[in-house]
Nanobody, 126 residues
Framework: QVQVVESGGGLVQAGGSLRLSCAASGITLSGYGIGWFRQAPGKEREFVAAISWSGASTYYGDPAKGRFTISRDNAKNTVYLQMNSLKPEDTAIYYC???????????????????WGQGTQVTVSS
């Protein structure tokens, strides 16, 4: 049984930081590209960040650039999203997803990913 679980969300004031974690069972995340997406009520799912299978390459959506950092610790089978300088517009449910596909990693496309977590709520107050 494959399970992907996000954690680390919560309530934070604008300008604060949170570190989200994505842990998996049933799969070894070192063999997958990992993406973070977010979705606010009434809005489309938005790409936040992604990291390659090896961890050598990282990718960021425009809102994340300069503020968020994605990393992975394959020994712990965990991927992290460090979020700094948070803004109220960052408020959303944040999802971790794992991509088992070979070839080009279309990391901004939700349908690219095979496994999704249930999400963790991030709320940034003003």
């Amino acid at each position: 049984q494959v399970q992907v679980v996000e954690s680390g969300g919560g309530l934070v004031q604008a300008g604060g930081s949170l570190r989200l974690s994505c842990a998996a069972s049933g799969i070894t995340l070192s063999g997958y590209g990992i993406g973070w997406f977010r979705q606010a009520p009434g809005k489309e799912r938005e790409f936040v960040a992604a990291i390659s299978w090896s961890g050598a390459s990282t990718y960021y959506g425009d809102p994340a650039k300069g503020r968020f950092t994605i990393s992975r610790d394959n020994a712990k089978n965990t991927v992290y999203l460090q979020m700094n300088s948070l803004k109220p517009e960052d408020t959303a449910i944040y999802y971790c997803a794992a991509d088992s596909l070979s070839g080009t990693f279309y990391y901004t496309i939700p349908d690219e990913y095979d496994y999704w977590g249930q999400g963790t709520q991030v709320t940034v107050s003003s």
